[in-house]
């Protein structure tokens, strides 16, 4: 079985003290997530976080080593997909210029609306870790 390599960032902004997540819907689906690509080459995984967040938003962004989160499943085509998702933050007056190709809209979501957006549970149980996890770092 082949496994593709994917990595990215669960990207937040501190608004009035409020954590507000970033989702980025795809162009070629109705799939909301984060932002995430394909690991190229030897590169690690915060790397490709860092650059396919730039592609996809025009962000800069410092990633947080400190919490990962790992996600496997299977695809439709039969390959493994292996995700590596870290958090990162990013001034609350950011301002994002999406990849046209690969993402139509994007939006910036409180926790529970953020949960409700997303399109898979998996996701869904990722934003959980990754906002316990903020929520007792909120200076994270």
């Given amino acids: 079985m082949i496994t593709e390599n994917a990595s990215g960032a669960v990207v937040y902004r501190l608004v009035d003290d409020q954590i507000q997540y970033l989702l980025l819907k795809s162009a070629t689906s109705d799939f909301w997530g984060f932002p995430k690509g394909h690991v190229e080459g030897d ?7 860092v650059r396919e967040i730039r592609e996809e938003t025009q962000l800069a962004v410092a990633i947080n080593p400190e919490f990962h989160a790992d996600l496997d499943y299977d695809m439709a085509n039969g390959h493994h997909k292996h995700v590596v ?37 998996n996701l869904k149980g990722l934003l959980d870790q990754a906002n316990t996890y903020l929520e007792g770092h909120h200076d994270a």
């Fill in 85 to 121: 998702l870290y958090t990162a933050l990013v001034p609350a007056d950011s301002k994002i210029t999406r990849q046209v190709e690969e993402i139509s809209d994007f939006g910036w979501f409180d926790y529970p609306t953020a949960r409700q957006t997303l399109s898979y549970d």
């Fill in 43 to 49: 590169e690690s995984d915060i790397a490709t976080a």
